[in-house]
C-alpha cells in the first residue's frame, strides 16, 4: 500500500522545517507513530515542497524536495516542478526520472540558502 506523498514547509512559528501531509497550503500534519496522534502545523505557504521520492544508486531515499538547490558535477541548480507536462520534478531542463539512480549533492534550499544560486 503507498503512502500520501510527504511534504515539508517552514514553521510559520519559528522558520525551522517540518515535514509531514500536505493537509492545506498552509498546514502540514506531523504523525508520531509512537503515540499514534497526528498535529496540524501551521507553515508559510510559499515553502511547501513536494518530496521528490527520489533514490540512489544503492535505493536509499535522498530526501530531496522541490525547491532544493542540487549540485550534479559543476551544475547547480534547484528543483522544480513542471505542472505543464504532468507534474515531473525537474533540474534544470533535466528531468529527474527515479530510475536514473540519482547522484547529486543537496547544498541548500531556495528558502533558507538562495544565495547559492546567485550567478548560476
Known amino acids: 500500500m503507498s503512502s500520501p506523498r510527504k511534504y515539508r514547509g517552514l514553521r510559520a512559528d519559528n522558520g525551522e522545517w517540518v515535514k509531514g501531509f500536505l493537509a492545506a497550503p498552509d498546514q502540514i500534519m506531523t504523525w508520531d507513530e509512537e503515540l499514534g496522534v497526528g498535529s496540524m502545523i501551521q507553515v508559510i505557504p510559499e515553502s511547501v515542497g513536494q518530496d521528490t521520492g527520489l533514490k540512489d544508486k544503492d535505493g536509499v531515499d535522498l530526501d530531496w524536495y522541490a525547491g532544493d ?5 559543476e551544475i547547480i541548480r534547484a528543483i522544480t516542478v513542471d505542472w505543464e507536462h504532468g507534474m515531473r520534478f525537474m533540474l534544470g531542463k533535466h528531468i529527474l526520472c527515479k530510475q536514473d539512480g ?19
Open 102 to 120: 540519482i547522484n547529486g549533492t543537496k547544498l541548500g534550499d531556495i528558502h533558507t540558502t538562495p544565495e547559492l544560486l546567485e550567478d548560476k
Open 69 to 73: 538547490i542540487i549540485q550534479k558535477g
